[in-house]
């Protein structure tokens, strides 16, 4: 008897799994919308620079204070080839012959600018602060903006190397309360930082907070996989209404971290992965918890037939196989796991990179990013349920090869549309990342299955670095 046996034996997919599948779901809401945030709190609004006139000596010094803020822009900030302000120069004088419509300027571009030197002015009728706003991150400073997200994404890379290792020495449930707690901590320091370092230092250790615990039945781990999946498109949709309600960013990163508090609360009603304990040499405790297991799911007579000795006479093999440490080079140590390795590498970076390249570039759409976000979340839904009977009635390997090449085609067809087509490229854009959301699913459920079992926890650890790694794509 295995341990996915036992579980079985003591209710399998009963009441505590469904109870525990639902309370881990709540966080991955939240997970969506800190992964996204950065398309609303550091969204870019349009912006000039600050116009500083000087009145004295001028033959219009009685027509300042009665001029249009159209007319004062005019004469103060050059117009691009668009007829729309320069967003990073300024006239270095005041052209007060520009509103002189007898007179003619020969030439425009030989007017001496200047970079804004007082600052920049920006339109608030869509988001009333943002950290490009607040922290002025645009023009020369705008490589930031990505540094931020890039930062956050390397906080995840950082957590799947640390808290990976100490889950196996401290257990499942104890660094999961941890990150929770981390979790909530620093997303909400993040809304109060003073400054636009100790935000990224902030949003690095948001991003290192992620874990997972081990209680579901292997054959409903797809089921409950897929479930998951679900609740982080749910969460995309969500993020869309809750960032059109609240169009200030300190408020916004505030409503999207509180609730980790209460996952904190009740992380604390938790059971002990019982694979980790009888393989950490706790079998009596692992022998506790799966009795509560059994009573919470009405499996009482089987949970007390469970001892010691029948624990660890079941489990001999994952008892065995944690004798002998695992690295990453068993990923690549013999031909057949070195082929999937290979070919599961490629598939993580090409759709992690993809998908997360458009899910995070919504502003270059250039439509209304509330409903962008929407439509890009609402689209996971119908492409994961297709993806869910192709795997089901095809098989995983034509599904996923199916859902890249689709994904890859409608990525590049967007090349060559041209950018006043703003429809149409939004509309292969969505398709392209529905697409990758199938990706996403087959390929879940096809690493679980194509790894040996005593390498898989080496195979996660690899997948949440290559997810993160192509993650740092808005850098690029």
Not at 18 to 42: D, K
Not at 131 to 148: F, G, H, P, Y
Request: with cysteine; net charge positive.
């Amino acid at each position: 008897m295995s341990f996915a046996e036992l579980l079985d034996h003591v209710g399998g997919m009963g009441r505590f799994q469904i109870i525990y599948a639902i309370l881990l779901a709540i966080p991955v809401f939240m997970t969506a919308s800190h992964n996204l945030l950065q398309n609303f709190i550091a969204a870019t609004s349009e912006h000039h620079c600050h116009v500083h006139i000087n009145i004295n000596n001028t033959p219009y010094t009685n027509l300042t204070g009665k001029l249009a803020a159209k007319d004062l822009l005019r004469v103060s900030v050059p117009m691009d080839s668009n007829q729309q302000p320069e967003k990073c120069h300024r006239f270095v004088t005041t052209q007060w012959q520009l509103l002189d419509s007898n007179a003619t300027v020969t030439n425009l571009t030989k007017l001496e600018t200047e970079p804004c030197a007082d600052g920049w002015v920006y339109d608030k009728s869509i988001f009333t602060s943002t950290i490009i706003t607040e922290w002025d991150l645009v023009c020369d400073s705008r490589q930031l903006k990505q540094m931020a997200q890039s930062i956050y994404m390397a906080g995840v890379l950082a957590g799947g190397i640390i808290f990976g290792g100490l889950s196996d020495r401290f257990g499942r449930r104890s660094l999961l309360i941890w990150c929770y707690l981390q979790m909530a901590v620093t997303g909400t320091s993040t809304a109060f930082s003073p400054s636009f370092t100790a935000y990224c230092i902030f949003r690095f250790l948001t991003g290192m907070a992620f874990s997972a615990v081990e209680w579901t039945p292997t054959r409903t781990r797809a089921v409950v996989g897929t479930m998951h999946g679900y609740c982080f498109s749910i969460g995309q949709c969500i993020l869309a209404g809750v960032a059109y309600a609240i169009p200030n960013w300190r408020w916004l990163q505030l409503v999207v971290s509180l609730p980790y508090f209460i996952c904190f609360i009740y992380s604390w009603w938790f059971v002990e992965s019982a694979r980790w304990l009888v393989i950490a040499g706790r079998p009596d405790e692992a022998v506790k918890q799966l009795q509560r297991v059994a009573r919470i799911n009405r499996k009482k007579e089987e949970g007390d037939k469970l001892n010691t000795e029948v624990l660890r006479s079941n489990m001999q093999k994952e008892i065995a196989s944690a004798k002998s440490s695992y690295t990453f080079i068993d990923l690549v140590r013999t031909p057949v796991v070195r082929r999937i390795s290979f070919c599961l590498c490629f598939v993580w970076f090409s759709t992690s990179f993809a998908y997360y390249g458009l899910a995070m570039d919504l502003q270059n759409f250039s439509v209304n990013i509330f409903l962008i976000q929407l439509v890009s979340g609402a689209v996971d839904f119908p492409a994961k349920f297709i993806s869910v009977l192709t795997i089901g009635f095809i098989g995983r390997r034509f599904t996923q090869a199916l859902t890249l090449i689709l994904a890859g085609l409608s990525v590049l067809a967007n090349i060559f549309v041209p950018q006043d087509l703003k429809t149409l490229r939004t509309v292969l854009a969505v398709v392209g990342k529905g697409c990758l959301a199938a990706s996403f699913n087959c390929v879940y459920l096809y690493t679980s299955e194509l790894y040996p079992t005593v390498i898989r926890y080496v195979e996660k650890t690899q997948r949440v670095q290559h997810e993160s790694i192509t993650l740092f794509r808005p850098s690029m």
